[in-house]
């Protein structure tokens, strides 16, 4: 027998054994609603809500910060740039991805992070980080979540890289300057579901999740020419993947 036949004979006899893995039901339903694009993944919205998300997990609150204070306090590291507080709330409006870290509490590996936050400037910018490693980085740290990045273009969620090849893109809506947006991020495994204003924003599947113990459990705010202000942080821990 020739040396193609066998190599063809070989070639069939792997793809047999080994069959392709068959996608969950989260991953049909949820995290494959997308066109592959360049940049990423264009998000399809799915219709589900932060209750039936998190129905099967009981949250304990771990962590609380109202910000009504004069100084941002010795839970946070300010990398640079010009963050502050003021009327009780984190204001920045240049900061050019110097971000501001919650060094001062550990994430847990699954759970949920709630805060408030409002851009000033016409054309919105707006993003923090959740599970980085807390160090200085220029384009995001740990998973990046941008609300009406590149001029109200688009937001998106990433990991470790804001231009990171698979990251979830939304491009349809445009978000408004002066608004408050109240966001929920929900960490379970390998899910990432992020809403804003009670609605499915954009989601993550990572089939290889950054990990707390690992050094990736830091929240932080980011910045880089726009004028935000952030409000009412609030981490909850459960227990599970």
Known sequence: MKLNTLSMVFAILV?????????????ENIFNRGERIKTGFVWEKSEVSFDEIIADRQLVKVFKDDFNREELGE????????W???????????????NLVLSGFDLPQNGVVKLKMKSMSD???IKFNVWGDG???DHGDGYS?????????????????????????DRKTRLEPNKDYHVKVVRKGKEIYWFVNDSLFL?????????????????SFGNWRSHVKFDDLEIYEFSGE
Do not use: M
């Open 135 to 137: 160090g200085v980085h």
């Open 203 to 219: 989601v993550y599947y990572d089939e290889s999740p950054l990990r707390t113990e690992n050094g990736f459990n830091k929240f």
């Open 75 to 82: 839970n946070y590291t300010v990398q640079g740039g010009d």
């Open 145 to 169: 979540f941008i609300l009406g990045g590149w001029k109200n273009r688009v937001s998106v969620i990433s990991k470790q890289h804001e231009h990171e090849k698979n990251r979830f893109e």
């Open 15 to 27: 793809l047999t054994a080994c069959p392709s893995r068959k996608k969950t039901d989260v991953e």
């Open 123 to 125: 054309f919105v910018d």
């Open 84 to 98: 502050k507080i003021v009327d009780g709330k984190v204001v920045s409006k240049k900061a050019e991805n110097r």
